[in-house]
Structure formats: C-alpha cells, structure tokens
C-alpha cells in the first residue's frame, strides 16, 4: 500500500437511511458500489481507500463493512454510532474488534445545536473513542472550529481527523472576504495546539461551483502550511465530489495544489499520513 484514498463513500439509495441525499439528484441519487470506483483509481494509481459513512445509522456501518470485507481495495471503515445511545458502547467495543473498523464520525455538521458535542449525556462516546485508540473523524463547518479546539483539549489522546478542511466556505469569497481569515484563524489553532490533522478533501464541493486550481489554493496552501504534511491526507470525498469534478479532475488538482512539496512530503499527503494515522495495514 502506497497512495491512499483517506475519504470516500459508498451508498445504496435503497437503504432509505440516507435523509440528506437529495431526491431525485442525477448524481448523488444512485447506488455507488466498489465496482464503480475500482477502475477510477487504476486509472489514478491509488492502491487503498478509506471507506466513511454517509448514514447516521449502526446498520449502514455493518453494511460498509460487508463491502469491505470483500474489496481488497477498502483498508478501513469510519462508521457509526448514536452518540445519544449509551447502550451502543457495546456496540462500539463489538466494532473495534473488526479488522477494518477504524472509527466513528457523528454527523455534527447536520445537528442544529452547535454545542452538542459538550453535552454530558454524550461524553462516554468519546471517552470510548479514545479508550479503544479508534479514530474520531470531525465532520462540521467553521462555525464549530471553537468548539472542536474545546472538544480536543479535552480529549488530548483521542486521534482526530478534520474532514475536508473544517468546510471553509468558499462559496462566500466575495460577499463575505472575511470568511477567510475567520475559518483560517480557526485552522492555525487546531493545528498549533492540539494533535489533530487534516483532509485535504471536500473543498471543490464549497466553492459553489465555477471554480478553478486559483480559488482553491489559498485554502490547501494554508491547510498544508499550518498542519504539515506529516498531518494532511489527501481524499476525493467520491462520489460527492462529482457534483463538482470527476475521480481523476480532482485528483489532478491536488497534485497542483501540492506540487511545491517535496517528493517526501507529497508522499505523506497521499498516503503515508493515512496509513499512519488510520494505522492502516
């Protein structure tokens, strides 16, 4: 294993658990199974994936993980739990035995309430995350970057991963020029002061659409200045990302937008980070 995929999804409409995909979508409303994706990344020279929920329900975890014990290609599942269920620390502990179990990711960016995270009825789940030494994946935007840093130091040990940048905003960059600075202030923190990383994921799809490598670079440029390669992933968030570009477009504008790394670095990128952090084997 030496380039790695560290975020991508499978789904089948049919499971009905997937609330957020929207009705009807000629792209996102179809199943996505392995064989979908398997030639894509031939095509690209990626050898292992990260497969992560799209439905905040224990029975879609089982799910990935039966395609992930048949596709050599999935290294690792980050699934899921009811945080608001204690009963489901069984279940967690009951995961964290698979081979390819790696994690949980709550759906945080879809809770309205921006403090949930702190709520004492939930705090076992990440006391749990970080008891097993299984990974956290952080999914929101950058209006709980405070609260992540809160999360965090609290749980120093616990391993976490930012999604897809924290989701700056890049739609707003000329109604709101101050988005910038707002969301990269709040990345500098995570990085300076706790042991977190960072995807470098997901951004085509917050730009709004028109979009180039020129919109997009100050935000990996600031993600790989503040984190380092040695916490940044690459990952395609497939088949999101077809909203905005194919498997192959955006895979060739993360290597522009890292191609002032080093040989070493841009290895750490896409795939040594992963299979260090996710403790892939």
């Not at 840093?149 to 924290?166: E, F, G, I, N, T």
């Not at 290597?255 to 996710?278: C, N, S, W």
Request: net charge negative; hydrophobic share 40%; proline share 5%.
């Amino acid at each position: 294993m030496k380039t790695v995929d560290a975020h991508q999804h499978f789904w089948n409409p049919a499971r009905d658990d997937y609330g957020w995909l929207p009705e009807g979508d000629a792209i996102l409303d179809r199943s996505y199974t392995p064989a979908d994706l398997e030639s894509q990344l031939k095509q690209v020279g990626v050898d292992a994936t990260v497969l992560v929920q799209a439905a905040p329900t224990l029975e879609e975890t089982e799910y990935l993980l039966g395609i992930a014990d048949v596709t050599p290609f999935v290294a690792g599942v980050v699934g899921w739990i009811d945080f608001e269920d204690r009963t489901h620390m069984a279940h967690l502990r009951r995961l964290a035995r698979h081979p390819k179990f790696l994690g949980v990711r709550p759906m945080i960016q879809n809770i309205p309430e921006d403090e949930w995270m702190f709520r004492s009825d939930i705090q076992w789940a990440f006391e749990t995350v970080a008891e097993l030494d299984l990974a956290l994946d952080a999914l929101g935007f950058p209006r709980h970057l405070a609260n992540f840093l809160k999360l965090l130091k609290r749980y120093p040990d616990m391993r976490v991963v930012l999604d897809h940048c924290m989701k700056p905003q890049i739609r707003d960059r000329e109604s709101d020029p101050g988005h910038f600075r707002f969301w990269a202030d709040g990345m500098s923190r995570l990085a300076g002061e706790t042991r977190a990383c960072c995807k470098l994921s997901g951004i085509i799809t917050e730009t709004g659409g028109g979009w180039d490598t020129d919109v997009l670079r100050p935000y990996a440029a600031h993600v790989l200045t503040a984190f380092g390669s040695d916490r940044v992933m690459w990952g395609s968030d497939w088949p999101v990302s077809r909203l905005e570009a194919e498997y192959e477009e955006w895979h060739r504008v993360a290597r522009i937008l890292t191609g002032d790394l080093g040989e070493a670095a841009a290895k750490r990128v896409f795939g040594e980070t992963a299979i260090e952090f996710y403790r892939l084997t």
